[in-house]
């Protein structure tokens, strides 16, 4: 019996020391978490999440930009180049669909997929247990917060709590709209306004709270050529899904630059001269919306209050 509770503390220390070893860059002392939440975002930040400790969700999620990367498309591990923009990670409660092909459809879901995936973190889920349970910090986290060991369903429980608190309503168009301050709300975004929902035809698909009804247009940014991600045709496997992609929210867009699933715009400006226009652009796309038929025919002032508009659906925090 004592020589049992010597072999098991002594293959603990062993343990310990290995972890150690392997996770050089996580024997910093952590913060102890008070809530499932602040758990998630200790895990949100950490490369422990990824093969050889190289990136964290933070890394292509930053928050400086609203949760989103500055890039057109982002690194991951060994700086392997990803396929698509990355999307801000805010505003995301509620929705039903995640990714631009929307194969996700609850948060808890999706936080796995990133984790796994080979362009993205490139570690086994079950390796991130393993790591979370032998981490002299982490393992009591997991118990106190959850009453047991880290397992898959936990840390995605607590990733996917931490990105449902990043939401944001401090906006200028937010505040004009509840009578909160009617001052930040410019004559011209109040004009864009108008653009938006009428001439620019952009309310007939960016509608609802955060700007998307969470349903799957084909704005023309696929020609099956050299332009061909097919979006939610790999998921669907439904021909009328070609070239489709999910109508992404438009919270905090001045900041989440550049844009659309392959960040081809690099401002807000190329984007709307882009629905002006979506030939002069790309002139043999393939299944585009009906809406998007004939050219809207914007003057210049009309393109820059629709900017305006879409500047005042930041918030104020990211604004400098
Ligand atoms: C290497 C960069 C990278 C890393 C690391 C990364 N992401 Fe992402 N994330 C992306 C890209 C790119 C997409 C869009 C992929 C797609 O739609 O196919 C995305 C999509 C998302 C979305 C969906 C947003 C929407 O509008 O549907 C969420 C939420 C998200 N990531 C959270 C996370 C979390 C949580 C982690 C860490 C566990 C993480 N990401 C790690 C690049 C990254
Ligand atoms: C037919 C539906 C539809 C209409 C009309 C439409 N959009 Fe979009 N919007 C989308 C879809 C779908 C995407 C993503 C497309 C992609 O990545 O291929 C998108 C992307 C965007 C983006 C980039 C978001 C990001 O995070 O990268 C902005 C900004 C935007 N739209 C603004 C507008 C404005 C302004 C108008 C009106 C002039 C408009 N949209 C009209 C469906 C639409």
Redesign the pocket.
């Known amino acids: 019996m004592i020589k049992l509770i010597f072999h098991t503390s002594v293959l603990s220390i062993i343990l310990i020391i290995s972890s150690c070893s392997e996770n050089k860059t996580v024997t910093k002392q952590l913060k102890t978490p008070t809530s499932i939440e602040e758990l998630g975002e200790l895990l949100f930040n950490d490369s422990l999440l990824s093969r050889g400790n190289q990136v964290s969700c933070a890394s292509c999620h930053k928050a400086q930009y609203a949760f989103a990367d500055n890039t057109p498309v982002s690194f991951g591990v060994d700086s392997s180049k990803g396929g698509r923009?990355s999307?801000s990670a805010m505003n995301l409660a509620g929705h039903n669909f995640y990714f631009?092909d929307g194969r996700s459809e609850t948060l808890e879901d999706q936080t796995v997929g990133p984790i796994e995936n080979p362009v993205e973190m490139d570690i086994p889920l079950s390796e991130v247990v393993r790591r979370l349970n032998t981490h002299p910090q982490y393992r009591q986290f997991f118990v106190s917060l959850f009453g047991h060991q880290a397992d898959k369903q936990s840390i995605a429980i607590a990733i996917s709590t931490y990105e449902n608190s990043l939401s944001t309503s401090n906006t200028a168009f937010d505040n004009y709209m509840n009578g909160k301050d009617t001052t930040q709300y410019t004559a011209a975004a109040k004009r864009g306004r108008n653009i938006?929902n009428v001439k620019?035809?952009?309310f007939?698909?960016?509608f609802g709270p955060d700007f998307t009804a969470d349903q799957f247009?084909n704005?023309g940014?696929f020609n099956g050529k050299d332009i061909n991600d097919s979006g939610r045709f790999v998921v669907t496997r439904n021909l009328n899904d070609i070239g489709r992609?999910k109508?992404?929210g438009?919270r905090n867009?001045a900041v989440?630059a550049p844009?659309?699933?392959d960040g081809r715009f690099k401002t807000?400006k190329e984007?709307?001269d882009y629905?002006d226009a979506p030939d002069k652009f790309i002139s043999n796309s393939i299944n585009r919306?009906t809406?998007?038929k004939k050219p809207l025919a914007l003057t210049t002032q009309e393109k820059q209050d629709?900017e305006a508009f879409?500047v005042s659906l930041t918030d104020k925090q990211f604004i400098k």
């Open positions: 923009n999307p631009w938006f620019g035809k952009c007939d698909c960016h247009k704005i940014i992609f109508v992404p438009l867009i989440t844009y659309m699933h807000l984007v709307i629905y919306d809406l998007l629709l879409l």
